[in-house]
């Protein structure tokens, strides 16, 4: 239909036939689209739509252009707000509820709710908890897993203190540096049952919605670069203390979130965000807290060193950087994106730079650094 009113083949319509094409076919479409439509026609400062802008939107894909107009077009929408609608299924509210967690401005939000279809699931998020709660088993197996591991250490809290904990394979040791795959798989470890309770309800509660908004791709990477920033900054900062936990990652999940959510405060309508930000920064200090207490608490099995708290912070510096610039622009392509591309440059400068000071600065300094496990 929109070729009958484009005769010489330019990709544009004028914003008058557009409506009048809106108003004698409105009917057929959903009524979430068929406003935003209306809003991209009304926003339209030149006059016309192009007709890619409408095969995009009708595709659930946005270009940049149309981003650009539909956010001038966001205060012209005036039909009640998704949260306002009634008769939802199970299944519809818990996507509306997703959408207010996560994204601050209606258009956005009742996009997705149109466009999600669960398909794929939050694979990513839930793959990595069932695989950090029991080695990749099964969640239900997780308080066996660690009632076997506190028989066999005589340690059912505070594990890792126990020196037959730092001969695992999987965590990151000073000693063992060129073992590369221990800079991602250290995540697998947990000093202890309340180290791994809370980092795996973070990320649920948290890793979870993200990814059914922005996609397994994006989340993954978020978090596997806050895992790689967390060892790297041990392997720079604390160059003597070994690494266990999943911090770095769901640190970098966390801080992104909250850092959207404040500035993006007055979009943003979850229920109580100001009462669950200070309890997601509490339990966050709490669990930093603990780490940087056992890493200076003298060890109960000298000389096995305690684990190092910098990942905690160079996941929070992952996320505050690389993670706010992917969550705040919502199916929007980050190659667009001056600040995507800076930020990006400065992590890749870091592992390089990590890589060479793992390389040379150890022998350069001659530190003493513990005996393999």
Known sequence: LLSQFDPDNTGYISTEKFRSLLQRHGSELDPHKLEVLLALADSNSEGRICYQDFVNLMSNKRSNSFRQAILQGNRRLCSKALLEETGLSLSQRLIRHVAYETLPR??????????????PPPWFMITITIAFANQGISLLFQVAFFLYNGVVLDRFVLQVSHPLYLKNALLYHPQLRAQAWRYLTYIFMHAGIEHLGLNVILQLLVGVPLEMVH????????????????????????????????????YALVSAHLANIVMNWSGMKCQFKLLRMAVALICMSFEFGRAVWLRFHPSAYPPCPHPSFMAHLGGVMVGITLGVII?????????DQTLWWIFLSIYVIFVLFAIFWNIFAYSLLD?????PP
Do not use: H
């Open 106 to 119: 209606e258009i956005d939000r009742k996009w997705y709710y149109d466009s999600y279809t669960c398909c």
């Open 215 to 250: 996609g397994a791709a994006r989340i993954s990477f978020v978090y596997v670069a806050g895992v790689v920033a967390g060892s790297l900054a041990v392997s720079v900062a604390d160059m003597t203390a070994p690494v266990v936990g999943s911090s770095g990652g769901v």
């Open 327 to 335: 969550l705040r622009n919502y199916e929007q392509r980050l190659q």
């Open 367 to 371: 530190l003493k650094l513990p005996p």
